[in-house]
């Protein structure tokens, strides 16, 4: 699933190509992709101009004039990107945004799984208000995850991976950054010592940092979307850790692998 770092790439990548378009037509392939939609809950963005691009966690966040905004999420396979020419797009295109230069901003979702949905901005701010942190701001602060790690006892790797504490971290980066930090994915956050959280603090910033670099180069051809970056244990059960040389581990937390080495992660 994009996290973070993929859709932040994606983010950066339209920013370059697509602000300052104006959206001339929208239509909808596949109902399922725009939350059940048909183009015609899509017309407030005909017409207008693509102001400015955002991300909020694992969201992107299309802000158009005339007061209105798109709000995508990728899930697990979608990907939002800008085609040279609008008339030729592929079969896994969900939804299609023709603009007035002839190119085409288009959502593309194999699984079907991603969505579009059109708010306007002061619905949108409500909608993204119960998302956390952004652990690339200013206000992620060693303070502020001292204060946040206090008040939970959910295991370190759950915590992580829910978006009301920290935006757009996922399973595979909560899971380097907690290497990084040697810290138990299984410990609870309050029973973290200070030490700790402190070194989880820069993990995260530092993994985060890295894997946008990755993502980067990953998406840099257009409709193109992946991962490049080496991990310490993610995927990695059985195989030695790059530290002791003890096997990486695999369990199951939240119905989801999380994979760490239990001699480094105490």
């Given amino acids: ?32 992709s725009a939350r059940g939609a048909h183009s015609a809950e899509l017309d407030h963005a005909v017409g207008q101009t693509i102001r400015k691009i955002e991300r909020r966690g694992k969201n ?18 979608g990907n939002l990107f800008v085609i040279p020419d609008a008339r030729l797009y592929s079969a896994r295109v969900r939804v299609h945004f023709r603009l007035r230069d ?15 949905s059109l708010y306007k901005e002061e619905d949108l701010k409500k909608a993204l208000s119960k998302i956390g942190i952004e652990p690339l701001s200013k206000e992620f602060t060693i303070e ?30 909560a899971a380097e950054a907690l290497f990084r930090a040697r810290i138990n994915p299984e410990q609870p956050m309050n029973a973290v010592t200070k030490a700790k959280l402190k070194a989880l603090h820069q993990a995260i910033i530092d993994v985060l940092k890295e894997a946008i670099k990755a993502a980067v180069r990953s998406y840099s051809k257009p409709g193109t979307y ?10 990695r059960k059985g195989k030695p850790c790059n530290v002791c040389g003890k096997p990486i581990t695999r369990i199951e937390q939240g119905g989801r692998s999380t994979y760490y080495c239990p001699h480094c992660q105490r």
């Fill in 226 to 235: 992946g991962k490049d970056m080496d991990f310490n244990v993610y995927g």
């Fill in 144 to 173: 502020k995850l001292l204060e946040l790690a206090k008040r939970s006892r959910l295991p370190a790797k759950i915590y992580l991976m829910d978006q009301h504490h920290i935006a757009g971290i996922g399973n595979m980066y």
């Fill in 60 to 77: 992107i966040v299309v802000h158009l004039s005339g007061g209105y905004a798109l709000r995508v999420h990728l899930m697990m396979t």
């Fill in 1 to 32: 699933m994009p996290e973070l770092p993929e859709v932040e790439a994606v983010c950066r990548k339209l920013r370059k190509e697509a602000v300052g378009a104006v959206i001339d037509e929208a239509q909808v392939m596949k109902p399922r």
């Fill in 102 to 116: 002839g190119r085409a901003l288009v959502f593309e979702d194999a699984r079907i799984l991603g969505n579009v």
